[in-house]
Nanobody, 125 residues
Framework: QVQLVESGGGWVQPGGSLKLTCAASGGTFSTLTIGWFRQGPGKEREFVAT????????FYSDAAKGRFFISRDNGKKMVYLQMNSLKPNDTGVYYC??????????????????WGQGTQVVVSS
């Protein structure tokens, strides 16, 4: 069983930056693919970024590409999402998920078995 806890969310003005952290416990974290997803008000959960366990395969959504950067530290059992040049439509609850499968482009949420409780991000002036 893997437990995930997200942190780092908050309020930021457009153009600002935030760094989200996904902390894991239990399971074999170093073999898991980790993904970041977000869910805006009235919207479905959507893919943001994913990274495989070896830190070799990374995919971003079109919306995140060039602005967001995912990384991981297997020793600390953490995955990070650095978000830059934030826009109002980046607002939402950000979740990290863990999967035993390989990282793929635009994965559906159902591919990830374990989820955290989410951290709220609000981008507004």
């Amino acid at each position: 069983q893997v437990q995930l806890v997200e942190s780092g969310g908050g309020w930021v003005q457009p153009g600002g930056s935030l760094k989200l952290t996904c902390a894991a416990s239990g399971g074999t974290f170093s073999t898991l693919t980790i993904g970041w997803f977000r869910q805006g008000p009235g919207k479905e959960r959507e893919f943001v970024a994913t990274i495989d366990w070896q830190d070799r395969t990374i995919f971003y959504s079109d919306a995140a590409k060039g602005r967001f950067f995912i990384s991981r530290d297997n020793g600390k059992k953490m995955v990070y999402l650095q978000m830059n040049s934030l826009k109002p439509n980046d607002t939402g609850v950000y979740y990290c998920g863990a999967s035993s499968g390989e990282a793929i482009m635009k994965p559906p949420p159902g591919r990830y078995r374990y989820w955290g409780q989410g951290t709220q991000v609000v981008v507004s002036s």
